[in-house]
């Protein structure tokens, strides 16, 4: 089975040139939205909250900063 990819726009809402679109693998029992940590200046000031841990698919469990809010639009559909 080959794995889904699909165009994404990650934005900064309160900013909107504050943009990053990208190609991105869906994994349809993730929770969270995960981008590399290198890309978080393109989207300027966001929020942080506490750090969150997560089990990755190979059941390696890794800690790391939410930050937010941002507004994504996969392939066409509506932002959320």
């Known amino acids: 089975m080959r794995p889904l990819i699909t165009p994404v726009s990650v934005t900064n809402p309160f900013d909107e040139e504050k943009a990053l679109p990208c190609d991105a693998l869906v994994d349809t029992g993730a929770a969270y939205l995960v981008l590399p940590s290198a890309w978080r200046a393109e989207f300027g000031m966001l929020h942080s909250s506490n750090e969150v841990v997560v089990e990755t698919a ?23």
């Open 58 to 80: 190979t059941q390696t469990v890794v800690r790391g900063p939410i930050g937010g809010p941002v507004k994504s639009q996969i392939a066409g559909f509506r932002p959320v």
